[in-house]
């Protein structure tokens, strides 16, 4: 199950600079909570672009509620996020903010899936994840801070969770007999011989070329 990820980039003339049009090549991945119970990724999609109350050099790339993940800017673009002016967390760093609004166990299950998903495309590990805390001093996400950042720890260990492959265990039946094999990446694998010598082949492996030949 993914959950429903939309682009919808703020355009260049988005006031008080909030999408720079600076490129970056990102090196971490942010996590903020909105510090709004109530505003929901759509409403904080809307508050970037169509509140004029909204005075704020603010932005960030992504944000995730209980139900979907919008993208605002693109990722290889400069967000002010971070809090650190332009030290690494604006400059090289992907801002994702967690919303506080809905089913809060949904929401963090869904930023889970989305914050693996694009470690998995760079080839990153959770040693790439900072909180908003780490490059500025906010409590942020704040969502994550009680006991001592506590909420912090499960999140990042739930990521690694999800970034480790998931192998199934199960079983091949040739010929009514029961062979152990394994389903990985919606593959099953299972061990050559047993099945074939099953099904009425010969099997030889050659320790020369590390082959196995297979005749009837
Ligand atoms: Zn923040």
């Not at 999609?45 to 209980?66: C, F, G, M």
Request: aromatic share 8%; glycine share 6%; net charge positive.
């Amino acid at each position: 199950m993914t959950v429903k990820y939309t682009v919808n980039h703020i355009p260049r003339t988005t006031p008080y600079n909030r999408r720079p049009g600076i490129a970056m090549i990102p090196q971490y991945l942010t996590i903020h909570s909105t510090g709004n119970l109530n505003s929901t990724a759509q409403n904080e999609r809307t508050w970037l672009t169509d509140n004029p109350q909204n005075k704020a050099t603010a932005s960030y790339h992504v944000v995730i509620d209980e139900k979907e993940a919008i993208e605002v800017l693109p990722l290889d673009e400069v967000a002010w996020h971070a809090g650190d002016g332009n030290g690494q967390g604006n400059r090289a760093s992907i801002g994702i903010e967690i919303c506080e609004s809905g089913n809060r166990q949904k929401t963090l299950q869904n930023a889970v899936k989305l914050v693996a998903k694009v470690l998995k495309e760079r080839g990153w590990g959770v040693d790439r994840l900072r909180r908003h805390f780490d490059w500025s001093g906010k409590v942020c996400p704040r969502i994550l801070q009680p006991d001592n950042w506590a909420g912090w720890e499960r999140f990042k260990k739930d990521v690694q969770k999800e970034l480790k492959p998931k192998v199934v265990k199960t079983k091949v039946i040739v010929n009514k007999q029961e062979c152990d094999a394994f389903i990985y990446e919606g593959k099953t694998y299972v061990e050559v011989r047993k099945p074939f010598e099953l099904a009425g082949f010969k099997v030889n492996y050659d320790s020369k070329t590390k082959q196995t030949v297979i005749t009837r």
